[in-house]
C-alpha cells in the first residue's frame, strides 16, 4: 500500500506557472512508475504526465508538451509537475498515481485543485 499526497495547486492567471507535488509514504516510491492525471467537471479523468520508476521514460498529453515538465526525486518520495504557460483549459483536479502494471495505476492521492483564469 502507498499513500501519495500531493499538493501545489491553486489559482493562477493564464499564462503564469504552478508546481504540484505529490510525496508518497513507502521508500518503495522509487520501483513504482507514477503518472500525473487531470479531470475537468464534465469530463473524463485524462493521463497528462507519466514517468518511469527510474525517470527514463517520460509521456505528455500532446497538449501539455513544451509546457509541462514531469520529474522525479527517488530520494525524497516525491513526484513533480512543473506546469508552464497555464491556460485556462488546464483548469482540474490533478491526481497523482502510482503505477503497479501495464496502464494500471492502483494507488491514487485526494487530488489538488488548479484553476487557471483568463
Known amino acids: 500500500q502507498v499513500q501519495l499526497v500531493e499538493s501545489g495547486g491553486g489559482l493562477v492567471q493564464a499564462g503564469g506557472s504552478l508546481r504540484l507535488s505529490c510525496v508518497a509514504s513507502?521508500?518503495?516510491?522509487?520501483?513504482?512508475?507514477m503518472g500525473w492525471f487531470r479531470q475537468a467537471p464534465g469530463e473524463e479523468r485524462e493521463l497528462v504526465a507519466a514517468i518511469s520508476s527510474t525517470g527514463g521514460s517520460i509521456y505528455y498529453l500532446h497538449s501539455v508538451k513544451g509546457r509541462f515538465t514531469i520529474s522525479r526525486d527517488n530520494a525524497k518520495n516525491t513526484m513533480y509537475l512543473q506546469m508552464n504557460s497555464l491556460s485556462p483549459e488546464d483548469t482540474a483536479v490533478y491526481y497523482c498515481a502510482a503505477r503497479v502494471g501495464p496502464q494500471e495505476y492502483a494507488y491514487w492521492g485526494q487530488g489538488t485543485q488548479v484553476t487557471v483564469s483568463s
Open positions: 513507502r521508500r518503495t516510491f522509487g520501483s513504482y512508475g
